[in-house]
């Protein structure tokens, strides 16, 4: 493969890398498509769950583009080394900055250099705690790049000097990044218009005005002694709004004291 940039025919577009793997050579991407690019040691990790369902045939439909980029061919010495024991002793190995300097170089070739158009985020557990307007924020971009951590993590020096984002889905933690990278593009990509293809099913989830979502029925109207809300079925918008709005707030006050705090700030202010 070579480093030749990215073209365009119609409203196609094909780029070339060192992935050794290409994951769209059997599907189009539409030109200007969101692309995301994951800098790995596991490649074959993906698509993965992003395959199925609606991110997978807009993957296939070409809304949406991933390519990988295989760490490992980055590598240095005749075992392709990654790693290194930590400076000043410790557990574990932390994966090398010309290495991993090296992959990101790579996935650098053809994006904007502007963070707001092309985020660059690092899978930490020390980073900052992942939310849904991460995930409005990162569909906004043209595209995004993920590192996947491995070990103990990344040198910091390479960290600081490519100016990542640290991004963390919770408190705990994983073997490595491709877990987190799975669920941050999963709640980014179904965000990208087109993708659910009913915009109007994200506007009223969970998170999406700082509550957690009310509770949700469908038929058949009875079951085991269990009944749908007379609200639900009285046809009044108004009526079936309020006991929703009552219900997320209910909900959000009891389960996520924090979100409930922050809410009541906004409204506040």
């Known amino acids: 493969m070579t480093d030749t940039p990215s073209k365009s025919h119609g409203r196609l577009a094909i780029s070339a890398s060192l992935t050794p793997r290409d994951l769209l050579s059997e599907t189009p991407r539409l030109k200007g498509a969101w692309c995301a690019k994951v800098v790995t040691l596991f490649p074959e990790l993906f698509p993965g769950a992003l395959g199925a369902s609606l991110t997978g045939k807009a993957l296939q ?14 590598g240095t010495g005749k075992h392709r080394q990654v790693d290194d024991t930590p400076a000043g002793g410790g557990a574990g190995l932390v994966m090398k900055p010309d290495v991993v300097a090296r992959a990101l170089s790579m996935a ?19 980073g900052k705690p992942f939310t849904q307007a991460d995930a409005a924020r990162f ?11 491995r070990f103990e993590g990344v040198d910091q020096r390479v ?15 994983l073997t490595g990044g491709e877990i987190a990278a799975h669920a941050l593009l999963d709640a980014t990509v179904r965000l ?8 109007a099913s994200t506007e009223e989830e969970s998170f999406s005005d700082g509550l957690l979502e009310h509770p949700q029925y469908t038929q058949p109207r009875d079951w085991k002694g269990r009944t749908i ?15 929703r709005r009552a219900q997320a707030e209910a909900l959000t006050a009891a ?15």
């Open 61 to 74: 439909h070409g809304l949406w583009a991933l390519e990988t980029i295989d760490l490992r061919s980055f």
């Open 108 to 126: 650098e070739i053809g994006t904007p250099t502007d963070p707001a158009r092309w985020p660059r985020i690092y899978l930490s557990p020390r």
């Open 139 to 149: 569909a906004q971009a043209e595209g995004m790049t993920l590192l996947c951590g």
């Open 159 to 173: 960290i600081e000097a490519q100016g990542l984002e640290e991004v963390s889905l919770g408190d705990f933690v």
């Open 192 to 199: 990208i218009p087109g993708v659910l293809g009913n915009a």
């Open 229 to 243: 809300p007379d609200v639900l079925l009285s046809g009044n918008h108004g009526e079936i709004a309020r006991w």
């Open 255 to 269: 389960r996520r004291p924090d979100l409930w705090a922050a809410y009541l700030a906004r409204k506040d202010g």
